[in-house]
Nanobody, 125 residues
């Protein structure tokens, strides 16, 4: 089992920044990749950013490139999502997720077995 707990969400004005954290516990050695996803009301859950624990390769949705940065702290078993230049369309519940099977597609929501409870991000114009 892998447990994920997100934190760092909140309300900001457009152009502001937030840093989300995802603390990973349990069988942390089992996870091969971590992803951040988001879901706005009435929309499907969509990929935002992902990172592999080993090697640190990163992946971004087009909407996140240049504004968001995913990183990991192996010693703390924590993954971060630094979000800058936030826009109202970034408003959503943000989830972190763990993929425990190697060699799957990081941006694919179906690759992830474990999910956090989500943290709300609201960006006002």
């Amino acid at each position: 089992q892998v447990q994920l707990v997100e934190s760092g969400g909140g309300s900001v004005q457009a152009g502001g920044s937030l840093r989300l954290s995802c603390a990973v516990s349990g069988r942390t050695f089992s996870s091969y990749a971590m992803g951040w996803f988001r879901q706005a009301p009435g929309k499907e859950r969509e990929f935002v950013a992902g990172i592999r624990w080993s090697g640190g390769s990163t992946f971004y949705a087009d909407s996140a490139k240049g504004r968001f940065t995913i990183s990991r702290d192996n010693a703390k078993n924590t993954v971060y999502l630094q979000m800058n230049s936030l826009k109202p369309e970034d408003t959503a519940v943000y989830y972190c997720a763990a993929d425990i099977v190697p060699s799957r597609k990081v941006p694919d929501v179906r690759s992830y077995e474990y999910w956090g409870q989500g943290t709300q991000v609201t960006v006002s114009s």
